[in-house]
């Protein structure tokens, strides 16, 4: 189900955050390195695929979240990756869906540095308010990188 138009999103934007992360990644281009069981690697291949399909919304995708990456994350290099989602994110409110790319991308990275998953509330204030009830380093980072 296609809820809004690639047209008005720029993924690849996005896709720039996580490659930093993983260029900074001690298992990168290494056969520790596996995609499917880590949080931004997850993230990208979820981007890849709605750039080649042209679609936002993967089914079932939140299902498959890697929840077992353990690898240690900072809230300053994750806090631009969040903020880009923020930027790319069109505020749909009721017509938010956990399974679209941004979402499953903010969600990964989320699950960095966070202790519990954000329910979104389709509005980029609101969400900051319920990031910074977790961390609120985290939150200040995040809103001084969307304001950059």
Do not use: W
Not at 18 to 41: F, M, R, V, Y
Not at 50 to 76: H, Q
Not at 78 to 102: K, M
């Amino acid at each position: 189900m296609i809820i809004r138009s690639l047209n008005e999103i720029d993924l690849q934007s996005i896709y720039k955050h996580l490659e930093k992360l993983c260029a900074n990644c001690d298992k990168i281009k290494s056969p520790a390195c596996k995609e499917s069981a880590c949080l931004i690697g997850f993230s990208k291949r979820a981007l890849r695929f709605s750039m080649e399909n042209g679609v936002l919304d993967i089914p079932g995708a939140n299902k498959l979240i890697p929840t077992r990456d353990l690898k240690t994350y900072y809230p300053e290099t994750v806090a631009p990756g969040l903020a880009e989602t923020c930027r790319q994110c069109r505020q749909c409110q009721d017509n938010h869906s956990p399974n679209c790319v941004i979402a499953l991308t903010r969600t990964c990275l989320e699950y960095t540095t966070l202790s519990q998953e954000i329910d979104y509330p389709g509005s980029v204030f609101q969400y900051l308010i319920k990031v910074k009830e977790q961390n609120k380093t985290l939150s200040e980072l995040i809103a001084a990188a969307i304001k950059t």
